[in-house]
């Protein structure tokens, strides 16, 4: 079974400052991963998704993720974040096989970002 | 990328009333949709999977008389929530998937904010 553990519940940071928002999976097979971000009342947006190849991963929005099989995670990192950046973060997973199945999802992160 | 849309976006209703919540799959076949229920706060709870054509397969917990779920044709899937109670009250969110992706990629639709008076 693959599970997502978001270890940050909430993250404050100010403008301009640099953001990871840490993600954990557990799984016994290869995996895809995901980054999602959902804005207030509105369903989820993809920011990225790691498959396969380079670890390193760019999204949207200045986002971009590193997939670390050692250790198992894939944090999501933006050098300077604004004020629109503020919104609910969640992190899934899926095996390669798994097409047609749910994502498994972490319990979200809430990046808040003030002036 | 590919759009799903919901309808409506919210709703309000008196207790005891049905709701049906539709989630449309705009510019591609979903051969799979899936519904999710999210509590503020939270993350998204799988309430059920369903395969066009084929009954939906609900998780755990989830009642499926009171959550009736139809996916008909490869562009629509329609949840109705029977009798609703104020608990019913959440946000509800789709998502659709197709058999012709190379990886499990879903595009889900804005969501529904049901509200039970």
């Known amino acids: 079974a693959q599970s997502v553990t978001q270890l940050d519940s909430q993250v404050p940071v100010f403008e301009e400052a640099p953001v990871e928002l840490r993600c954990n999976y557990s799984s016994s097979v290869s995996v895809y991963l995901f980054w999602y971000v959902q804005y207030p009342n509105q369903g989820l947006q993809l920011l990225l998704k790691?498959?396969?190849?380079?670890?390193l991963v760019k999204g949207i929005n200045g986002f971009e993720a590193e997939f670390n099989k050692s250790q198992t995670s894939f944090h999501l990192r933006k050098p300077s974040v604004h004020i629109s950046d503020t919104a609910e973060y969640f992190c899934a997973v899926s095996g390669p096989n798994q097409a047609g199945t749910a994502l498994i999802f972490g319990k979200g992160t809430t990046l808040s970002v003030s002036s | 990328g590919a759009v799903v849309s919901q309808h409506p976006s919210w709703v309000i209703c008196k207790s005891g009333t049905s709701v049906k919540i539709e989630c449309r799959s705009l510019d591609f076949q979903a051969t799979t949709m899936f519904w999710y229920r999210q509590f503020p706060k939270q993350s998204l709870m799988l309430m059920a999977t369903s395969n066009e054509g084929s009954k939906a397969t609900y998780e755990q917990g989830v009642e499926k008389d009171k959550f009736l779920i139809n996916h008909a044709s490869l562009t629509l899937s329609t949840l109705t929530v029977t009798s609703a109670h104020p608990e019913d009250s959440s946000f509800y969110i789709c998502s659709a998937s197709s058999r012709t992706s190379s990886y499990n990629e879903q595009f889900f639709g804005p969501g529904t904010r049901l509200t039970v008076l």
């Open positions: 790691y498959l396969s190849g380079s670890t």
